[in-house]
Structures are given as C-alpha cells and as structure tokens.
C-alpha cells in the first residue's frame, strides 16, 4: 500500500489552493514558522495563491522564513533565472517577509563547500524547515538531488543531468547549452528533515516520477520515493500526473 497521501485534483488551481489552506493554518498556529520553497514551475500557483490571500489580509510572513531548496552555480548575480531572484520576483517581493527572512545556498561564493555548510547551518539554527514545498523532475529528482543521490544526503554541489538540462532549457530562451552545469542543493536527507513535505505534480511528463515515488521500490535511482519513509508527506497530482498510478 501507499506510504505517501496522495491527493487527486483535476488541476493546478485545486492544488494551490490546498497547498495554500496548509500554509495558512501554519502560520496562523505558528507565525514565525519555516517554510521551505521551491522555484520551477509547479508552485508558481500556489505562490500566486499566498498572494492573493496576503493581500486580502489573510496570511502574514512578517515573522516567518524561507529557506530555498537550491541554486545553480555561477550564474550572473542579476541574472532573471538565478533562484534567488526568482524567489524574489514570484514571492519574496510580494508578501510581507522581513529583508533577508528568505534564504538559499550561495551559488556564487568562492567556496562552494563552505556555502553548502554554512547552509545547512542556518537551517538548523532556524529551527528546521516547517513545511517544505516540493516539486519532482521528469527523471524522479527532489530538489537538484539527480538519480544516484545518496538517500543520506546533505547540502553540497551536484552536476545537473543532461534530463534536467533540457527540461530546463525552457527559461534560458530554449538554449540547453546556457543552462548551467552545476548546482548547490539541499540533500535528501536536509529535506527527509523537513516537519511536513508538500510535493507538487502536473502535467503527464511527471506520471512515471508520481508512479515511482508512491509506488515504486526505495530506490536512489529514482530520489523522490525517499519520502516514502517520511512521517509526513503529501503529494497533490493532477490528473494527468496520477495516470500511471495503480
Ligand atoms: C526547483 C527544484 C526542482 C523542481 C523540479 C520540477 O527548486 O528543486 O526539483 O521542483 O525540477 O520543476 P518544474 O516544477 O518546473 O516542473
């Protein structure tokens, strides 16, 4: 039987919507809660959805955090597609977070492994991460953490596959060759530390992923059914993402 709740809808509105009834009973219960953010597509609705709702005066990030999942390396610092800014642009500019309350890995600093420490520190020092917004790669990746990834994982440096480059092609005008190689990411294990995780799919290119991660073997070769073991863990799909469920 399946280990992770799945959560059916018929589109991304219906699982923003949710995600974002989670976030706002989080912040009304705890208001300097921890939440963790992913960029890519599939929680630009919700994103949208905490806007709405902080601007109708219903949810505050005023004392609460972010803490983002990763960041390519070596892109540009004003760069529209480094995560930092992206966080900014589709979140962080748009509630009421405190100057600095989001955070990711330094994707530029000249010491990579520092970097990936002193993150892993400051989640810590946070608190850990309350709820943790996930999205899923085509190839079953959580965060940058690509098939191979060792299940006790920490936040270090990882090459992108030449899968996730292409996927990603899309926000780099279409140019496989201007995404970047290499990436910081938080490890499986930093997120399997996360009190609640929230995984988001759409779309039918994320049915086999959704199939491995709630019906699959544990397996490092396909990264999300880590979560398999977590205490905790929602998985909302549309329904041409939860086409290949059994
Ligand atoms: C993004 C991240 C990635 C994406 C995944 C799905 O911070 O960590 O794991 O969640 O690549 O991307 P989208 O949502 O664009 O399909």
């Not at 974002?20 to 599939?42: F, H, Q, R, Y």
């Not at 390396?73 to 748009?94: F, K, M, T």
């Not at 940058?144 to 920490?154: H, K, M």
């Not at 936040?155 to 990436?183: M, W, Y």
Request: glycine share 8%; proline share 4%.
């Amino acid at each position: 039987g399946r280990v992770v709740e799945v959560v059916i809808q018929h589109g991304a509105a219906d699982i923003a919507a949710l995600v974002a009834d989670e976030i706002e009973k989080l912040l009304a219960a705890k208001p300097d809660a921890v939440l963790g953010l992913a960029t890519g597509s599939s929680p630009l609705a919700v994103y949208d959805e905490l806007v709405r709702r902080h601007e109708a005066g219903r949810i505050s990030f005023a004392r609460a955090r972010g803490f983002m999942l990763d960041e390519y390396v070596g892109l540009p610092d004003d760069h529209p597609e480094r995560y930092r800014n992206v966080i900014e642009r589709e979140i962080a500019s748009r509630v009421d977070f405190a100057p600095g309350a989001v955070q990711g890995p330094d994707g530029n600093s000249d010491d990579l492994l520092g970097a990936c420490e002193d993150y892993e520190a400051a989640i810590a020092a946070a608190g850990g991460v309350d709820l943790q917004i996930l999205g899923i790669g085509t190839d079953g990746h959580i965060a940058f953490n690509e098939p191979g990834s060792s299940l006790a994982s920490r936040t270090r440096i990882k090459t992108l596959t030449s899968q996730t480059r292409t996927d990603n092609a899309r926000f780099f005008d279409g140019d496989v060759e201007r995404v970047p190689r290499h990436c910081l990411t938080q490890g499986l294990a930093t997120i399997m530390s996360a009190r609640h995780l929230v995984l988001i799919a759409t779309g039918t290119g994320k049915a086999e992923a959704v199939h491995q991660l709630t019906e699959g073997p544990v397996s490092a070769m396909w990264p999300a059914t880590v979560m398999q073991h977590h205490p905790h863990a929602t998985v909302l799909v549309d329904d041409a993402a939860a086409s290949r469920l059994q």
